[in-house]
């Protein structure tokens, strides 16, 4: 089991950037499939993005161009940069952890959660 904690959530205008990072606990980040996931008001959770233990990388089909996921081993963490913002990215974006090589967004196969961060984009 790894601790979660999401930073770099705030309030942009529509087209800007921000960099979410997941500060990973109790274990090395290299050591997991990792995700990041996000939950609008009104929608269910979704994924946007995860990097296979193994270094496989997968986008959701639409946000692919916009999102750059990465681990920082030396730093122990887990980087999401977005850019060109719009309101519908607007959501509290969560990282997600799997022992595993997950092949899926299904949330049944991570095991572990941050509490997430929130991203408000305006027009």
């Known amino acids: 089991q790894v601790q979660l904690v999401e930073s770099g959530g705030g309030s942009v205008q529509t087209g800007g950037s921000l960099r979410l990072s997941c500060a990973v606990s109790g274990s090395t980040v290299s050591r997991y499939s990792m995700a990041w996931f996000r939950h609008a008001p009104g929608k269910e959770r979704e994924g946007v993005a995860r990097i296979r233990r193994d270094g496989e990388i997968n986008y959701a089909d639409a946000l692919k161009g916009r999102l750059t996921i990465s681990k920082d081993n030396a730093k122990n963490t887990l980087g999401l940069q977005m850019s060109s913002l719009k309101p519908e990215d607007t959501a509290v974006y969560f990282c997600?952890?799997?022992?595993?090589?997950?092949?899926?967004?299904?949330?049944?196969?991570?095991?572990?959660w941050g509490q997430g961060t929130q991203v408000t984009v305006s027009s």
């Open positions: 997600a952890a799997s022992g595993g090589l997950v092949y899926t967004f299904r949330e049944e196969f991570y095991n572990d």
